[in-house]
């Protein structure tokens, strides 16, 4: 009997925390801060500048930009990519900016704002595993982020490949360089600066093909249209006033070690 | 906005297959790390018990460090410091042995062990010395008073403390998550990265979880009844 008490109670508490709140846009304005949750540990996206050590990226930058807008200050949350979503739908956070790909099952959960990014997924390998396809992965370990599309996607694009799964990039990483798994899956650019860093020590390659392509939105709880609105508001005038180009090349552009050049438009994600 | 409750939406398919797994990663784990660390244990206490003091100290520095270093850190050093230390040919022959199991198993293993040996000492300190004392004085040697007298009975008596020991060796195997080994919470939190129930999933490993545990307390309490002495 007590068990079923116990469960009952935990339901109950599961229920009310997931009951409607105030409009939220409301509460942002009358509290004076954006709380955007993002992740510190994915440069160039959300990382610690080592001189400051404040958490800078182009993550931040769009998180900046909506509380500048809102008149409000930003106050930054690091978080772990699997807390993510968990930690927004129970409102400890009003915005996503981590590196949040769009996939159907998260859109069921989530909203997401105009895609503001679009990345590759791929696949980092090591120079002498002469890894240079796909296909050579099958039967292989690849490493990604706990909850991160990047796992779901390799075992939706690679099924024959094992994927191990690790709390942070570092580990994930480290397991690549260290030969514990064969590849590593993750946003392209972020594979970039670690190829970049390991260039020395451990010559690393990038398998051309990309596992899957995805859009980036920011992640907003469902049901906040009036803080959507705003939101998708400040990402497309932020395309249409050149801002948004001044900040991809500020992060990506050819001063960086990305050398990128922006092939994207803000918009709607078209799922 | 209610929440409904949905275990059957983690319980299905190909969920189901991985909660399996990670029963049975979780359980191959805990039996593993429980053999590392009573072989361990067993063999500490017996080097502590040598009449030579570096001997003893070795003991003490063992279990002070396995005691004082968070276990997760001990499971990272296994994991990614220890096998960089190794030649090459040792190092990629782990790697290509399901390491993640391997490394976390000594982990647990070495730092359960440090409980044992513990929980061992404090059984023989239990035994009053005058039964030492009185076996020497039948004629017996050191090595027949210990094996007849003192650990027969210092054996018993660490029973439930050891069956306390393995509900936590159980519970830490948990953290071998984080090196990527596909245990039960693991699986649990994958399940729940695909699916959104975050209840259900943490719902079906709780229950896993105590149910295992519980099973491991009964198992405890017969070996305690079927050894216990009669006291005439």
Known sequence: MKLTHILTIGVALAAATTTARADQLADIKERGTLVCGTLGTAEPFSFQDPKTREIVGYDVDMCSKVADHLGVKLELKPMSVEARIPELMQGRVDILAANLGWTAERAQQIDYSHSYFV?????????????????????????????????????REIPDAETVTYQDTSS??????????????????????????????????????SVFVEPWGLGIRKGETAFKTEVNKVLTDLDTSGEADGLFTKWFGPETVYEMKRDFKIGEIQG | ??????????????????????????????????????????????????????????????????????????????????PELLPDVLRDWINSHNSEFVLATIALGLANGAYVTEDLRSGIQSIPKTQYEAARSIGFN????????????????????????????????????????????????EVDSYTFKTFEAFAVATIVYLGISFAIMAIGNIADRKLKLEIR
């Open chain 1, 119 to 155: 990345s590759q997924q791929k696949v980092v390998v090591t120079e002498e595993s002469g890894i240079t396809a796909l296909e050579q992965l099958a039967g292989k370990k690849v490493s990604a982020l706990k909850g991160s599309s990047s796992a779901q996607g390799v075992q």
């Open chain 1, 172 to 209: 994930a990483f480290l397991a690549v360089v260290q030969g514990k798994v064969d590849g590593f899956c993750a946003s392209e650019l972020i594979l970039v600066k670690l190829r970049k860093q390991a260039e020395e020590s451990s010559p690393l390659s990038i398998i051309e093909k």
């Open chain 2, 1 to 82: 906005m209610g929440y409904v409750f949905d275990p059957a939406a983690v319980l299905s398919g190909q969920y189901l297959d991985w909660f399996l797994w990670g029963i049975a990663t979780t359980i191959a784990l805990t039996a593993a790390a429980w053999l590392v660390g009573m072989t361990t244990g067993i063999i500490l206490t017996l080097v502590r018990m040598v009449p030579f003091r570096p001997c003893e100290w070795l003991v003490v520095g063992y279990v002070e460090y396995h005691r004082n270093v968070p276990l997760l850190v001990q499971i990272f050093l296994w994991y990614f410091g220890i």
């Open chain 2, 142 to 189: 050191y090595m027949q008073a210990m094996g007849w007298v003192i650990l027969p009975q210092a054996f018993r008596i660490v029973i439930p403390p050891l069956v306390n020991q393995t509900l936590l060796l159980f519970k830490n195997t948990s953290l071998a998550m984080a090196i990527g080994v596909g245990e039960l919470t693991y699986r649990t939190r």
